[in-house]
């Protein structure tokens, strides 16, 4: 990886960006730092990166709450088949190449910022949550492993379960967490995951940090539901961008 002093800038902007987002949010540092990063990397070497600071960032956000267990005993079958999808999904991000790969996670993008800004409101029966959970874990999990964006399909179905604001806040961290380790664990094993990656995932914990900082900041002095609307309209552009480079 060539880093360059302004290659190294743009990483860390990058990193406060999406922290930033996730500050104002709640969620968005892995989909926000991969759209940008898969503009001048492959998805493979932004995924690696973002390991530590989004590991981190989420584990503070599933902790911080008292429903972590009830949620774990509830949620558990989909965060088991997150990790088996992710695994199977990540030998395709490391084997396939960049091109078809920023295909993937444009797609992925598009699909993630039309749903969330057409912005359904569903429910989900807790008869169906046995089968569903699993199944929704799976695909999410290689979506996963193929993009590194970890929001689809898990995103959309934790909104539906009807749970109060701070067990949603949880149990996204703790789904964000579940394929954090996941990933990274998937990259290892197919050795794309690299020690110079690890050391600069380490660097970018700090801009990753005063983003969230800022964001929480901000929140107070804007409108949230506003500021979603453009950011996904930002990666509606973005992943419309990954798709068609390859055929420019």
Same mark, same amino acid.
């Given at each position: ?11 860390? $902007? ?12 709640? =969620? ?5 730092? =991969?759209?940008?990063?898969?503009? %001048? ?17 989420? %584990? ?7 429903? =972590? ?19 199977? +999904? ?20 598009? %699909?993630?910022? +039309? ?10 029966? #807790?008869? &169906? ?13 290689? $979506? ?6 970890? $929001? ?16 949603? $806040? ?5 789904? &964000? ?11 290892? =094993? ?33 409108? #949230? ?20 480079? #390859?055929?420019?």
């Amino acid at each position: 990886m060539h880093e360059s002093l302004s290659f190294l800038l743009l990483i860390g $902007v990058t990193f406060l960006v999406a922290g930033m987002v996730k500050g104002i949010t709640g =969620m968005g540092l892995p989909t926000v730092a =991969m759209s940008l990063l898969g503009l %001048v990397m492959s998805p493979a070497s932004a995924a690696a990166l973002l390991v530590l600071p989004s590991f981190i960032t989420n %584990v503070w956000q599933c902790l911080a709450g008292p429903s =972590m267990l009830a949620l774990l005993r509830r949620l558990w079958p989909m965060m088991l088949t997150i990790v088996l999808g992710t695994l199977w +999904g990540s030998s395709l991000l490391a084997n396939t190449s960049p091109q078809l790969s920023g295909m993937a996670l444009g797609i992925a993008l598009l %699909v993630y910022a +039309g749903y969330a800004l057409i912005a359904p409101t569903l429910t989900v029966s #807790p008869r &169906f949550e046995p089968w569903l959970a699993p199944l929704i874990g799976l695909v999410t999990g290689v $979506v996963t492993g193929i993009t590194g964006v970890f $929001v689809m399909p898990a995103v959309p179905y934790l909104q539906t379960l009807n749970l109060n604001k701070d067990e949603l $806040v949880q149990a996204l961290g703790l789904s &964000f967490t579940i394929s954090t380790l996941a990933l990274a664990g998937g990259l290892f =094993m197919h050795d794309v995951f690299k020690p110079n990656q690890l050391s600069l995932s380490t660097v970018v914990i700090v801009p990753a940090l005063l983003g969230m900082w800022l964001g929480q900041k901000v929140r107070v002095r804007i409108s #949230p539901r506003r500021f979603k609307q453009c950011l996904l309209l930002f990666l509606a552009v973005l992943g419309l961008q990954l798709i068609i480079r #390859p055929f420019i």
